[in-house]
C-alpha cells in the first residue's frame, strides 16, 4: 500500500534518510520507533509528499508520487487523513470548525450532518464540550486529540500519525491507542503510527520498524521485537545509548 | 568573489521571491470565481482592512493635506497666488499623495498583518495541514485576502483624497486667510478641468488605477512573503520585514511609473 524504495533526503546539511526502504502493507497499523530527530517525521512527511525524496521513490497504492501531476495529487490526498505532530490546528478557526473544515470543502452534508459528525469525532478523542474554544485556549494534547479528530473524519483509508499519545496522560492514551485500532479495523484503513512509546507500538501496531540512522533497521512483529536480539533494538528499547552495551551503562 | 558570491545570491533570492509572488497573485485570480462562496469572509477581512485601518488613514489624510496647504500656501503667498491654494492641494491629493498615504498605510497595517499572520500558518505547518487535507491555500487563505484588500485600497484612497482635500481647507481658511467658498472653487476646478471617463476626473480617476495597483502589491507581497516564510518565529518576523521593505520600495517605484504613463 505505502511503499518507499531507497528514499535520500538531505535537510538543513545533513543525510536525515538514507536509502530508507519500507513497506507498509494494506490494512495493517505500521508503527516507527525511533530517536528524536531521527527523521520519523520526515519519513511519514514523504508519504504525503510534503517533502519530495532527492533520490528514491515513493509508491502510495501503485502510484508513483512523483510522476503525479497536481490534480491526481490532490485526489489522492483525499484519502489520507494526517495528524500532524503539532495538532497543526488552523489557528483562527474554533475547534468543532477545525474538525468540519475537511466536511465542509469536500463532502456536501448539510450544518447538522456536520455538527453530529464534528460532535461524535470529538467524543471519540475524549472532548466533549470543546467545540468554541480556540486553538491557542487547548492544552497541547488536547490539541493533538483535535488534529486527531480532524485526520478521521473523513473516512480516510490511510492514516498517518505523528505521535498520537505524546504528552497524554496514560488513561487517555490507552483510549487513543484503541481507537486508532479501532478506526483502522472499521474503516479498513492502512495506518502508519510514529511513536517514542513501545507500548504505542505493541499496543497497536502489527508490526514495528525501527528507524536508526536515516535507515529502516529491523521490522517485526511486537512478538519478534521481544525476541530480537538484534542488539541496537535492545538497546534503544531498554534506554541506552547505541555505543555502551548494557554491562557497562547499568552500575554495579 | 565572495563579495560577488553574496551578491549573486541575494539577487537570485529576490528574483525566486519576485517569481513566487507573481505566480501567488495569478493563481489567486484564477480562483476568483470561487469568491462567491466565500462572500461572509470577504467581507469580514473588508471590515478589518478598511474599518479598522480608518482612523490611521483619516489622521494621515487630513495631515498631509495640512501641510501640504501651509507649505505651498507660504511660497504662493509670496507670488500674490494664495488663492490658487486649493488647486494645489487637490490635484497633489487625487493624483499622488491619496494612493501614496493609503498605500503606507495599508503597508504597515494590513500588509505586515498578512505577512504575520500566513507566517504563522506556514511554520506551524497549518498550510501543510491544508495542503494535506487536499485545500488549496491559495483559494483558501490568499485569494480571499487579496480581493479585500483590492477592493478596500481604492475606497480608502477616495475617502483619504477628501480628507487631504478637507484638511487643506482648515489650514488655508484658518491660516492663510483664503475664503473657504474660493478654496472649495479651486478645488474642483483643477479636478473638471481634466478629461473625465464615467464621470470621474483624470486626476481622480489615475489615483484609483494606482490605489488598485498598490492594493494588488501589498497583498501580493505581503502574503507571499507569509507563504515562502520559514525557520520558526524568527522567520515570521523576517517575513513581516521583508514585506513591509517591499512593499514600501514598490509602492513608489510603481507609482512613479504610473504617474509618467498617465502624465507624460
Ligand atoms: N525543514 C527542515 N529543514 C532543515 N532540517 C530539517 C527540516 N525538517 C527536519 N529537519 C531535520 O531533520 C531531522 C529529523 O527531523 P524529524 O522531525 O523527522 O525528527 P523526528 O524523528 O520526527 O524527531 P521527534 O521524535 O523529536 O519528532 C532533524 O535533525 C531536523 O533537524
Ligand atoms: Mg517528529
Known amino acids: 500500500m505505502i511503499r518507499l524504495v531507497k528514499v535520500c533526503k538531505r535537510l538543513g546539511g545533513q543525510n536525515i534518510l538514507r536509502e530508507l526502504t519500507l513497506h507498509v502493507e494494506r490494512g495493517e497499523v505500521f508503527a516507527i520507533m525511533g530517536g528524536s530527530g531521527t527523521g520519523k517525521s520526515v519519513t511519514l512527511k514523504h508519504m504525503v509528499g ?12 501503485g502510484a508513483n508520487l512523483a510522476v503525479l501531476n497536481r490534480a491526481q495529487l490532490k485526489g489522492l490526498r483525499r484519502r489520507f487523513g494526517y495528524l500532524f505532530q503539532s495538532g497543526a490546528l488552523i489557528n483562527w478557526l474554533n475547534v468543532g470548525d477545525n474538525v468540519a473544515l475537511p466536511l465542509r470543502e469536500h463532502t456536501r452534508l448539510g450544518r447538522t450532518d456536520i455538527q453530529q459528525r464534528v460532535a461524535e469525532r470529538l467524543r471519540w478523542v475524549r472532548l466533549i464540550g470543546d467545540e468554541h474554544k480556540m486553538p491557542a485556549e487547548i492544552s497541547g494534547g488536547m490539541k493533538k486529540r483535535v488534529g486527531l479528530a480532524r485526520a478521521i473524519v473523513l473516512n480516510p483509508d490511510i492514516v498517518l500519525y505523528d505521535e498520537p499519545t505524546s504528552g497524554l496522560d496514560p488513561v487517555t492514551a490507552r483510549a487513543i491507542r484503541a481507537l486508532i485500532r479501532e478506526v483502522n479495523d472499521r474503516l479498513e484503513a492502512t495506518s502508519v503510527m510514529v511513536t517514542h512509546d513501545i507500548l504505542d507500538a505493541t499496543d497497536t501496531a502489527d508490526r514495528i520498524g525501527f528507524l536508526f540512522d536515516g535507515r529502516i533497521e529491523f521490522v517485526g512483529t511486537p512478538a519478534e521485537v521481544e525476541r530480537t536480539d538484534n542488539a541496537r533494538v535492545k538497546n534503544f528499547l531498554k534506554g541506552l545509548d547505541d ?3 548494557v554491562a557497562e551503562a547499568v552500575p554495579s | 568573489m565572495g563579495l560577488l558570491h553574496h551578491t549573486g545570491r541575494v539577487v537570485a533570492d529576490y528574483c525566486t521571491g519576485a517569481g513566487y509572488a507573481i505566480l501567488l ?3 489567486a485570480a484564477r480562483h476568483i470565481d470561487g469568491s462567491f462562496r466565500k462572500i461572509p469572509e470577504i467581507a469580514g477581512h473588508l471590515y478589518v482592512y478598511g474599518i479598522r485601518t480608518f482612523p490611521v488613514t483619516a489622521v494621515m489624510g487630513i495631515f498631509f493635506g495640512a501641510i501640504l496647504a501651509l507649505q505651498t500656501g507660504i511660497e504662493l503667498d509670496k507670488f500674490g497666488q494664495v488663492e490658487a491654494i486649493g488647486m494645489v492641494v487637490s490635484a497633489a491629493m487625487c493624483r499622488e499623495m491619496g494612493p501614496f498615504i493609503t498605500g503606507l498605510v495599508l503597508t504597515a497595517t494590513v500588509g505586515s498583518n498578512m505577512a504575520a499572520e500566513i507566517g504563522t500558518m506556514r511554520v506551524s505547518e497549518e498550510i501543510d495541514a491544508l495542503e494535506i487535507m ?12 487579496l480581493l479585500a484588500l483590492v477592493l478596500v485600497c481604492p475606497i480608502l484612497t477616495i475617502l483619504v483624497d477628501f480628507l487631504g482635500v478637507t484638511g487643506g481647507m482648515f489650514v488655508s481658511v484658518a491660516q492663510l486667510g483664503v475664503a473657504g467658498e474660493v478654496y472649495r472653487e479651486q478645488a474642483l476646478e483643477v479636478l473638471r478641468y481634466s478629461s473625465t471617463i464615467f464621470d470621474l476626473p483624470k486626476d481622480v480617476y489615475t489615483g484609483l488605477a494606482k490605489s488598485f495597483v498598490f492594493g494588488l502589491t501589498i497583498g501580493t507581497v505581503g502574503l507571499s512573503a507569509g507563504m ?26 510603481l507609482g512613479y511609473y504610473m504617474t509618467w504613463i498617465c502624465y507624460r
Open chain 2, 25 to 27: 497573485m495569478l493563481r
Open chain 2, 228 to 253: 515562502r516564510a520559514e525557520g520558526g518565529a524568527l522567520g515570521v518576523g523576517r517575513a513581516v520585514r521583508r514585506a513591509v521593505i517591499n512593499s514600501l520600495l514598490l509602492i513608489i517605484i
Open chain 1, 50 to 61: 510534503l517533502l519530495e525524496p532527492d533520490r528514491g521513490e515513493v509508491w502510495i497504492d
Open chain 2, 134 to 145: 487536499a485545500i488549496d491555500p491559495v483559494r483558501f487563505l490568499v485569494m480571499p485576502r
Open chain 1, 243 to 245: 555505543q555502551t552495551s
